[in-house]
């Protein structure tokens, strides 16, 4: 098979990313992160960030797209569709064959399947308007500007709602100027586990994780300056920690609705990689932390 792109998926907990770092150690690869938490500085226990994974015997695995931008700032698909293809066209050049890792699967398939999206800016008077409208009239006002909506989730968040209309707007207005996307030609390696297997990895890892320090993570960003609206944004561990933080959950709370959460969250992953393979992406599977199987597939 002839490709030139490596991409190992899985979902939260499942070992991934210490595979794609035993992989590139092997090959003299280097990774890009596909996780659209790990880009924000100063997010490490709560995102699952742990760099350990890419020193491999000894050796720093060069990995991109972790640590790249500030809590405060609104990464988007669109900036990391076109982060990525700049790190894959610059690796790829120097002769590497470049290895994507990560279980964001929205981030995924804006490069398996080349997303066309428009650098659109912040339109403030737009915003302004679509602020004072109900979820129900922003859905239909994103449906008549665009029909074809491949991101449903954006119907269900009001911020990604507005940020989606706001796109279809300007497209319709001023045409649409696409970036040039490379071929991609990848070799898709799905990491997965027995269910009941992969929930205890999910418990224990969310124990191993507080024991590091993932509460005092959350209350050092909100000492920061960052509000705590603004941490649930980032996420569940930053939702239910911040929540304890405020009084609202006790930590017994706090613990069962999290490993619960992350629970449903890892088979919405699971869901979305079945679909992605129902739409024509060849997924080759393999049993756990199995790099043998792996990389029989890959060298």
């Not at 015997?57 to 698909?77: A, K, Q």
């Not at 929205?106 to 979820?135: A, F, H, Q, W």
């Not at 944004?233 to 709370?253: A, D, H």
Request: hydrophobic share 40%; proline share 3%.
């Amino acid at each position: 098979m002839e490709y030139n792109l490596i991409v190992i998926l899985g979902a939260t907990a499942s070992g991934k990313t210490r595979l794609a770092a035993r992989l590139a150690r092997e090959l003299g690869s280097e990774i890009i992160s596909a996780d659209s938490r790990q880009v924000y500085r100063g997010m490490d226990i709560g995102t699952g960030k742990d760099l350990s994974e890419y020193v491999v015997d000894g050796v720093s695995v060069p990995c991109h797209l972790i640590d790249i931008v500030e809590p405060g700032y609104e990464f988007n698909v669109f900036e990391y569709q076109w982060r990525f293809f700049e790190c894959f066209s610059e690796i790829s050049g120097r002769g590497i064959l470049p290895i994507m890792a990560g279980g964001s699967g929205l981030y995924i398939e804006s490069v398996l399947k080349g997303y066309r999206m428009l650098e659109v800016p912040e339109n403030v008077s737009l915003r302004r308007e679509l602020e004072t409208k109900d979820m129900e009239t922003l859905a239909v006002c994103l449906l008549e500007l665009n029909p074809a909506v491949h991101n449903t989730t954006d119907l269900k968040d009001r911020k990604r709602l507005i940020r989606a209309i706001e796109i279809a707007r300007h497209s319709k207005e001023h045409g649409s100027k696409e970036m040039p996307i490379p071929r991609i030609e990848p070799l898709v390696i799905g990491v997965r586990w027995k269910r009941e297997t992969l929930r205890w990895r999910i418990t224990e890892r969310l124990k191993e994780r507080l024991d590091r320090g993932m509460t005092e993570e959350v209350e050092g960003l909100h000492a920061s300056g960052i509000g705590w609206e603004k941490l649930e944004f980032f996420g569940l561990e930053y939702r239910y920690i911040g929540l304890y933080l405020q009084g609202r959950l006790s930590y017994s709370e706090m613990f069962q609705k999290l490993n619960t959460r992350i629970h449903q969250f890892a088979k919405r992953q699971e869901t979305w990689f079945r679909r992605m393979e129902r739409q024509g992406i060849v997924i080759h599977w393999i049993e756990g932390a199995d790099y043998d199987a792996l990389r029989e597939l890959a060298v």
